[in-house]
């Protein structure tokens, strides 16, 4: 049985850091897997499994690049596909019409790598697994159109799947009718979609999360006096809020706050995004004498992970206002390293009461200001019980092998060709 790939970059450039970890269980159950990325991105090309194939980007372009998006979009003879304008009453507002255009430009401007990536591999039965369920998945409904015999897999996460983190995403309902199956990385995404579109056959929908692989030894590395070290993980960009942790940690006097205990906090950020000047500037303009900054940028993951395994790390934080299920709360709790997150998408799921502490979605800089507060003058005691119950979480629920390999299992099972 071979499966198809749609990613949006993988294996070019940092993204989908998630698929370093689930590509080797797939490989080892499907005689072949061929990737089609929607387009590259600087950086490195990472290495494959063996049996795992790559083909050329659907597109020759970053989506982000308007000029050649609308060049490619226009000029076809891709569909028109106007409808959905109408349907979803996109035109009532700017943002929707904004948010229409930019998806229908793509719809249209995949058209052609869709039609001829059916030519190419035929009508034979065919597992085609769209990794988002916003972008390439476009297409997919025309797939299935010219070649009946595939089966169409969509994983869905955050963004690409509660439609009020950018207003709504076209096509939706064609695009999700036409999936055999739905799989989003948590229960709480599963619920969603089971509620926001009753048309579809709620035993379609079943949530597979994702997970991390980690061989280290648990090792309790936190600190009892000194420094306080927090570190953060994401990209740069406004629903992730980096920001606020800046603004929050230049609020904390840890030596007051500690009786002299902790002297000094060091917040490392890694990540890049287009909103990183903005952020540099914040951090320059910080005053608090006690707090260090680092903001080491977009890291290789296997840089990051060194990070976690070779510092005695307290806390990692992630104040976004959407996730699916973050991956990189998963990496750090297999180092041990205590939680604070929103309780946004399926964080709740990963981030119990035994690995660290969520808070709402609708805070402030100042609020958060508080819950590092809180969590800093927690005993080393609870500290450390929090770090042993963030790694025996993950260990027990979030292992990325074992989810990789029920996942599988369940394709096998209703794709029996």
Known sequence: MELQLFTDTYPYGYGEPFLEDELPVLAANFERIVIHPLHKEPGPVRALPEGVYLEEPLLSFSPSDRKKLLMKGLFNKAPLSLWEYFRCAAFQSKNKTK??????????????????????????????????????????????????????????????LFEEVKGFLPYRKEYLSAADLLVPVSQTGAIYLRTHYPYLDPFKVQPFP????????????????????????????????????????????????????????????????????????????????????????????????????????????????????????????????????TAVGGTPELVTSEAGMTIPPQISSSDLRGYVEKFILMSYEERCKLSLGAYQVWKDHWDAEANAKKFTDHLHSIFKF
């Open 210 to 341: 994702l997970g991390f692989s980690n061989s280290t030894p648990y090792e309790n590395r936190l600190n009892e006096s000194d420094v306080f070290e927090i570190v953060s993980c994401s990209n740069v960009i406004p629903l992730k809020r980096v920001h606020y942790i800046a603004r929050a940690l230049d609020r904390i006097c840890i030596s007051a706050l500690t009786d002299g205990k902790f002297k000094k906090i060091r917040w490392t950020h890694f990540g890049n995004g287009y909103v990183m000047t903005q952020l540099q500037k914040e951090v320059l303009a910080l005053k608090n004498p006690e707090l260090e900054v680092v903001l080491a940028g977009r890291k290789d993951r296997a840089e990051v992970l060194e990070h976690y395994k070779t510092h005695n790390i307290d806390l990692f934080i992630n104040v976004s206002s959407s996730e699916g299920v973050p991956v990189s709360i998963m990496e750090a709790m297999s180092f041990g390293i205590p939680i604070l997150a």
């Open 99 to 160: 948010v229409f255009l930019s998806y229908w430009l793509l719809k249209r401007s995949m058209w052609k790598a869709a039609r001829q990536f059916v030519d190419k591999t035929g009508d034979k039965p065919e597992i085609c697994y769209f990794y988002w369920g916003d972008k390439t998945v476009q297409i997919w409904p025309a797939i299935k159109r010219w070649a009946p015999n595939y089966n169409g897999v969509v994983r869905l996460h955050g963004s690409d």
